[in-house]
């Protein structure tokens, strides 16, 4: 028993209607396949490249971008950190300042209320800045910001409820307050700031070994884990796929 012209052609259309379902979903996971910028860390959902990957391969307020071979995080403040490393598992991101002066990037910001992000297990402290004109280090208690300071002058920054003898008050004019800022800036280094996020929670899709993405609902908050596909399996779809649709 033969097919009817009729059958031969819902069979074509249903075929088509297949391989352009396989040619959109290998080259949706090439969109929002993992990246990097140079030799810096994987980015992956939650994070996107933000001038390169479309919207639905991250969530919002985890844009990246590449500064050169250096990955930028794109806060909505006016300062850009460079990103260290991401614990996709612990959900932290390292972030540092490459002119290094990161309180003084700090200084430009007014907390992270606007960010998906916040201070990770750290202390935070309340600081006064003082302009001094001359220091002598063994008289005083606190940090001095080579990198605030300047000719004939140096920032001394200190904690906020410090005694008053500890503040060399003849030589120093107090400039400010600052709240609310994480202790390890005043590390031996201080050259790290961590920050980390509870929004999306893909820790259990990580500790599994599988991806995490955006449901395909309409929702915009909502995620799902998913097994990643293998490199070969992407690839695979799409040539499959645009082959048999252009003969």
Known sequence: MGFSSESAISW?????????????????????????????????FP?????????QCGYPGFELSCRGKRTVLELPIPVKFHVKSIDYKSQVVKLYDPNDCLFGELLKINGLSVSPFGFYQDPQRDYTLFNCSVLDRSTFQGMIFPCLSGPGYQVLVVRSD????????????????????????????????????TEPDCTRCELMGNGCRLKNNGSKSQTE???????????????????????
């Open 12 to 44: 074509s259309y249903t075929l088509l209607l297949l391989l352009g379902l396989l040619v959109e979903i290998g080259a949706s996971q090439n969109q929002c396949k993992e990246s990097r910028c140079g030799n810096g860390p994987a980015i992956r």
């Open 47 to 55: 994070f996107r490249l933000k001038d390169s990957q479309p919207n």
């Open 162 to 197: 410090s005694p008053v003898e500890d503040v060399p008050l003849a030589s120093c004019t107090k400039m400010y307050n600052i709240s609310s800022v994480p202790y390890v800036i005043f590390a031996v280094d201080g050259k790290y700031l961590y920050l980390n996020w």
């Open 225 to 247: 884990c998913f097994v990643l596909p293998k490199p070969s399996q992407t690839k695979k779809f799409v040539a499959i796929g645009e082959f048999l649709l252009e003969h």
